[in-house]
């Protein structure tokens, strides 16, 4: 249970770092007047910025990946949350079984 | 007194699945750390200050000794760039947060409560009893298990034969569905994940983040001027 200095400084920096993109929308918000076209932009952040995290995970590790992603993204069609993430487990741990 | 209990156990109610699919992920960030010769006590340090879970796995991806201080920071400001325009999407919607609650709730902004208390906005107001309901046994959880996964090590054997791995990229497709618009939100899906993709085979990790998320929203701004074309003139007499 030690804590090296070094590695201290780093988590420091790294939190620091976190917190300064956390709260500069903040300061963002109210300056933005947005045109409906901007505003359907800004409505896309959610989705594009989810999809951008995943894809290397999704889309380029390996067909079983991709093919649970599939599996997934029909089950999100109708089913909650937590029934997504049980079929896209299940789902890739078969494809893996399977490759 | 009753609505802020209501609030924030339905800030707990939403959060669940999410902190249940987070369990696996916190054990095997823990795991990967004390692989880099992390103590415990420095992953549990990192879990509370830091808590950005695909930061923190980048960062134990390029961790160190002596810690390459310069290139964690920079990584770390990369991935999280997102948070800047999650932050100026959320906050108009914080009109009952006090300055401090703005400023501490804001701490902890990750993508799974963000996401859901933007979902929560669309049809609620967004109240502090509601975010801090969903923050704290989020934020606990991740601690938690992510210590638990430095301390468990190599005990727990790999992940991925259970397929715990693609929990969290289960977890962020149902979410995506949440925030489905039509046709603006497909072209933004397509373009956000084939730009992540490649740049994630070509350039590398932390660029697919920013990558991705630019193009995505690229794809937006264009498909929603064309569909504005083409059906603001039959619409409006």
Same mark, same amino acid.
């Given at each position: 249970?030690?804590?090296?200095?070094?590695?201290?400084?780093?988590?420091?920096?790294?939190?620091?770092? =976190?917190?300064? @993109?956390?709260? $500069?929308? +903040? /300061?963002?918000?109210?300056?933005?007047? *947005?045109?409906?076209? #901007?505003?359907?932009?800004?409505?896309?952040?959610?989705?594009?910025?989810?999809?951008?995290?995943?894809a290397p995970?999704?889309l380029a590790?390996?067909?079983?990946? =991709?093919?649970? @992603?599939?599996? $997934?993204? +029909? /089950?999100?069609?109708?089913?909650?949350? *937590?029934?997504?993430? #049980?079929?896209?487990?299940?789902?890739?741990?078969?494809?893996?079984?399977?490759? | 007194?009753?609505?802020?209990?209501?609030?924030?156990?339905?800030?707990?109610?939403?959060?669940?699945?999410?902190?249940?699919?987070?369990?696996?992920?916190?054990?095997?960030?823990?795991?990967?750390?004390?692989?880099?010769?992390?103590?415990?006590?420095?992953?549990?340090?990192?879990?509370?200050?830091?808590?950005?879970?695909?930061?923190?796995?980048?960062?134990?991806?390029?961790?160190?000794?002596?810690?390459?201080?310069?290139?964690?920071?920079?990584?770390?400001?990369?991935?999280?760039?997102?948070?800047?325009?999650?932050?100026?999407?959320?906050?108009?919607?914080?009109?009952?947060?006090?300055?401090?609650?703005?400023?501490?709730?804001?701490?902890?902004?990750?993508?799974?409560?963000?996401?859901?208390?933007?979902?929560?906005?669309?049809?609620?107001?967004?109240?502090?009893?509601?975010?801090?309901?969903?923050?704290?046994?989020?934020?606990?959880?991740?601690?938690?298990?992510?210590?638990?996964?430095?301390?468990?090590?190599?005990?727990?054997?790999?992940?991925?034969?259970?397929?715990?791995?693609?929990?969290?990229?289960?977890?962020?497709?149902?979410?995506?569905?949440?925030?489905?618009?039509?046709?603006?939100?497909?072209?933004?899906?397509?373009?956000?994940?084939?730009?992540s993709a490649l740049t994630y085979r070509f350039v590398g990790p932390?660029w697919h983040?920013?990558a991705g998320?630019?193009?995505?929203?690229?794809?937006?701004?264009?498909?929603?001027?064309?569909?504005?074309?083409?059906?603001?003139?039959?619409?409006?007499?």
């Amino acid at each position: 249970m030690t804590v090296d200095p070094l590695n201290m400084l780093a988590i420091l920096g790294m939190a620091i770092a =976190t917190y300064v @993109t956390r709260i $500069a929308g +903040l /300061a963002l918000a109210g300056r933005l007047d *947005l045109s409906p076209r #901007a505003q359907a932009a800004f409505d896309a952040i959610p989705p594009a910025v989810l999809v951008a995290v995943i894809a290397p995970s999704a889309l380029a590790t390996g067909w079983a990946e =991709t093919a649970a @992603t599939a599996a $997934a993204a +029909l /089950a999100a069609t109708r089913l909650p949350l *937590l029934g997504v993430v #049980a079929v896209g487990v299940v789902a890739v741990v078969g494809f893996r079984a399977l490759g | 007194m009753s609505t802020l209990w209501d609030d924030a156990r339905r800030g707990f109610g939403d959060i669940w699945p999410a902190m249940l699919a987070a369990v696996p992920i916190g054990l095997l960030f823990g795991a990967l750390a004390a692989g880099k010769g992390l103590s415990p006590l420095e992953v549990m340090i990192m879990g509370a200050l830091v808590f950005a879970g695909g930061a923190q796995f980048a960062a134990v991806e390029l961790w160190a000794t002596p810690a390459p201080i310069g290139a964690l920071v920079f990584s770390t400001l990369l991935i999280n760039a997102r948070h800047v325009l999650m932050g100026a999407s959320i906050a108009p919607k914080l009109q009952g947060f006090s300055r401090g609650q703005k400023l501490l709730g804001l701490y902890y902004m990750a993508d799974e409560n963000w996401a859901l208390a933007e979902k929560r906005a669309r049809t609620h107001r967004l109240t502090p009893a509601y975010w801090f309901g969903m923050l704290a046994p989020f934020v606990a959880c991740w601690i938690t298990t992510s210590t638990l996964g430095a301390i468990v090590g190599a005990a727990l054997g790999d992940p991925r034969r259970f397929g715990a791995d693609f929990a969290f990229t289960a977890l962020f497709i149902a979410l995506v569905a949440a925030f489905w618009k039509g046709r603006v939100t497909f072209w933004t899906v397509a373009a956000a994940g084939l730009a992540s993709a490649l740049t994630y085979r070509f350039v590398g990790p932390p660029w697919h983040v920013l990558a991705g998320a630019l193009c995505g929203l690229a794809a937006a701004w264009i498909a929603a001027g064309d569909r504005e074309g083409a059906v603001a003139e039959p619409a409006k007499p």
